[in-house]
């Protein structure tokens, strides 16, 4: 899908130059894609600390049985 986007110029180029992709469009979706990760991870990470584990729980038990 084309699309018309007003991308700084220099930033473009570092970021072609850094990653070491050979077109403007390669390193947009790598932009994209990063950032898209990067926000999900950050949704997991809130997730740290609401996980409520069972006291009687015992790991060493459970490897006992293998």
Avoid: W
């Avoid at 930033?11 to 990063?34: C, H, M, P, S």
């Avoid at 950032?35 to 006291?55: H, N």
């Amino acid at each position: 899908m084309p699309t018309n986007l007003q991308i700084d110029d220099r930033l473009l180029a570092r970021a072609k130059r850094i990653g070491g992709f050979r077109t403007k469009k390669d390193a947009v979706n790598q932009a994209l894609t990063e950032f898209v990760r990067r926000r999900e991870q950050q949704d997991i990470a809130g997730l740290f600390g609401t996980i409520i584990f069972a006291p009687d729980f015992d790991h060493k038990k459970l490897r006992a049985k293998r």
